[in-house]
Antibody
Framework: EVQLVESGGVVVQPGGSLRLSCAAS????????MHWVRQAPGKGLEWVSL????????YYADSVKGRFTISRDNSKNSLYLQMNSLRAEDTALYYC??????????????WGQGTLVTVSS | QTVVTQEPSFSVSPGGTVTLTCGLS?????????PSWYQQTPGQAPRTLIY???TRFSGVPDRFSGSILGNKAALTITGAQADDDSDYYC??????????FGGGTKLTVL
């Protein structure tokens, strides 16, 4: 059974930094691309970032480009999102999502339950 | 910046058929956008329904189907049931490796 468990969400001040983690199990982690998707309270889904199977290719939404960094450790079956220069508008539930394939042309299929990031002073 | 458009809300009677659409503020949705659809109920993580236009995800009932209709991607629910009352999101692949969600459609079954 595919499982994705996010962690690391906390309350952080504007301008601060945070690192989210996603522990994956139930599938061969390095066979798939991985995504981060977020959802602000009461709002719709927003795609955040994508990393291909080996970490060589990464992509970001314009809203986070230059501030967030996606990475993965295939030896630990883990996905990460380093978030810097956080803003109030980054407040959201952050979901880790498994890509349907190794290539980045495919979207996501399995989702975690999310970890909540609140940016507030 | 291209915006992905969806109907904000839609209603359907139990047993009825409804088609939700996913378009672009500029241009047409094509196979190269690999449209996919997700269902979300309040307090739950999204659930994958359809990917790459019309491939139904594992365990998804065949009353859900995807297509491209004219210049938009479409999700059709045939024989709507009460538990289809949810938010539905489409996502499109954009050049440069990014994905963009639509604003979502709130479907009411009544």
């Amino acid at each position: 059974e595919v499982q994705l468990v996010e962690s690391g969400g906390v309350v952080v001040q504007p301008g601060g930094s945070l690192r989210l983690s996603c522990a994956a199990s139930g599938f061969t982690f390095d066979d798939y691309s991985m995504h981060w998707v977020r959802q602000a309270p009461g709002k719709g889904l927003e795609w955040v970032s994508l990393i291909n199977w080996d970490g060589d290719n990464t992509y970001y939404a314009d809203s986070v480009k230059g501030r967030f960094t996606i990475s993965r450790d295939n030896s630990k079956n883990s996905l990460y999102l380093q978030m810097n220069s956080l803003r109030a508008e980054d407040t959201a539930l952050y979901y880790c999502a498994k890509g349907i394939a190794a290539a980045t042309l495919f979207p996501f299929d399995y989702w975690g339950q999310g970890t909540l990031v609140t940016v507030s002073s | 910046q291209t915006v992905v458009t969806q109907e904000p809300s839609f209603s359907v009677s139990p047993g009825g058929t409804v088609t939700l659409t996913c378009g672009l503020s500029s241009g047409s949705v094509s196979t190269g956008h690999y449209p996919s659809w997700y269902q979300q109920t309040p307090g739950q993580a999204p659930r994958t329904l359809i990917y790459n236009i019309n491939t139904r995800f594992s365990g998804v009932p065949d009353r859900f189907s995807g297509s491209i209709l004219g210049n938009k991607a479409a999700l059709t629910i045939t024989g709507a049931q009460a538990d289809d009352d949810s938010d539905y999101y489409c996502v499109l692949y954009m050049s440069g490796g990014s994905w963009v969600f639509g604003g979502g459609t709130k479907l009411t079954v009544l």
